[in-house]
């Protein structure tokens, strides 16, 4: 389905991206960026962490700062995304923006609540808290193994990604989980399959969330 032309939805869409390490989760972003804005919308590309000013700085300390505790590390990217939200996503959404982020909670629930050990439900219940509930239209999540992931990083790698073997395969079966218990939310795209591909599939499922937005 080919993504709605502007005048953008009288409600703004948020679209996240999820997955692994070297997923090519950035790509995507970038690539459905440049679609929707083609097609006339308003488009805001963000990150978590990093997606503000305060972001950048805690994304620094909690990537490649000093050791942290899982404890610290779960605190950190709430309050992280509780501003982004905050200074950020709802004023966009509330504008009409369709906004995609590289990352938002699920994250901390796969990472923190399961590669962490700390408890799914406890980091989703800390994550819904900071952002007042507010969840993604879309969820796109690029499945991949952790070990094609990693061939494909380069530089020196950040805390989470040096988290190993064991951590990165329950993060991965916390994302499958997830997006298995809600697919009206989630498209899982096999993140092997070529760039153009992935883009068009996202594409379609985008256009047809921005379609029912228009509508609603």
């Known amino acids: 389905m080919p993504l709605a032309d502007a005048p953008a939805p009288r409600r703004g869409l948020f679209v996240s991206f999820e997955g692994g390490d070297g997923a090519g989760k950035s790509t995507q972003v970038a690539l459905l960026g440049e679609r929707l804005a083609a097609a006339g919308h308003e488009v805001v590309l963000t990150r978590e962490p990093g997606g503000t000013a305060l972001g950048r700085t805690l994304r620094t300390a909690v990537l490649h700062g000093e050791h ?18 905050a200074s950020l996503v709802r004023p966009a959404l509330a504008r009409g923006a369709v906004v995609v982020t590289d990352r938002y909670l699920d994250s901390s629930v796969a990472y923190q609540g ?81 760039v ?12 047809a969330a921005l379609a029912t937005a228009v509508r609603s």
């Not at 153009?196 to 256009?207: D, K, P």
């Open 68 to 85: 942290l505790d899982a404890r610290t590390e779960a605190l950190i990217y709430a309050a992280d995304r509780a501003h982004h939200v």
């Open 114 to 194: 399961s590669g962490r050990d700390l408890g799914a439900d406890e980091v989703e219940r800390l994550s819904l808290w900071a952002v007042d509930g507010l969840l993604p239209d879309v969820t796109v999540l690029l499945d991949l193994d952790p070990d094609v992931g990693r061939g494909r990083l380069t530089g020196e790698p950040d805390r989470l990604e040096s988290a190993g073997d064991d951590f990165h395969r329950r993060t991965r079966e916390a994302f499958l989980g997830r997006a298995a218990a809600d697919p009206g939310r989630w498209l899982v795209l096999d993140a092997t399959r070529p």
């Open 196 to 207: 153009a591909e992935l883009a068009a599939a996202v594409g379609e499922r985008v256009g």
